[in-house]
C-alpha cells in the first residue's frame, strides 16, 4: 500500500511559479509511474505530468515549457512557473505500479492522494 501526501497548493496571481510537493511512503520496487493530475471544476481529471522509474518525463501540451516533474528520493515534485487562470485545479499525486507507462488514463493508476488546490488569479 503506498501512501501519498501533496502539500504546496494556495492562491497565486498570474505568472507567477510555485512547487508542489508528494512525498510517497514508498517507490515500488517493480516499474512504475508516478505522475500529477488535476481537475477543474466542472472537467475530467487530466495527467498533466508524469515521471518514470527509469525517469523518463511526460506533460501535458497545455504545460509543456512551463512545469517540470521531478523526484528526489521518496517525494515527487511539479515545479509550476508561468502561471495561469487555466492551471487552477486540485492537483493530485498518483501511483501506477507494475508498469512504468505514464497513462493518461486516471483510471490506470493504483494510488492516490488527496489532492491539493491551486487557484490562479488574474
Known amino acids: 500500500q503506498v501512501q501519498l501526501e501533496e502539500s504546496g497548493g494556495g492562491s497565486w496571481q498570474s505568472g507567477g511559479s510555485l512547487r508542489l510537493s508528494c512525498v510517497a511512503s514508498?517507490?515500488?520496487?517493480?516499474?512504475?509511474?508516478m505522475a500529477w493530475f488535476r481537475q477543474a471544476p466542472g472537467k475530467e481529471r487530466e495527467r498533466v505530468a508524469g515521471?518514470?522509474?527509469?525517469?523518463a518525463t511526460v506533460y501535458a501540451d497545455s504545460v509543456k515549457g512551463r512545469f517540470t516533474i521531478s523526484r528526489d528520493s521518496g517525494t515527487l515534485y511539479l515545479q509550476m512557473n508561468s502561471l495561469n487562470t487555466e492551471d487552477t485545479a486540485m492537483y493530485y499525486c498518483a501511483a501506477r505500479v507494475g508498469w512504468a507507462y505514464c497513462s493518461p488514463s486516471s483510471t490506470a493508476y493504483n494510488y492516490w492522494g488527496r489532492g491539493t488546490q491551486v487557484t490562479v488569479s488574474s
Open positions: 515521471i518514470a522509474a527509469n525517469g
Open positions: 514508498e517507490y515500488p520496487n517493480n516499474g512504475y509511474c
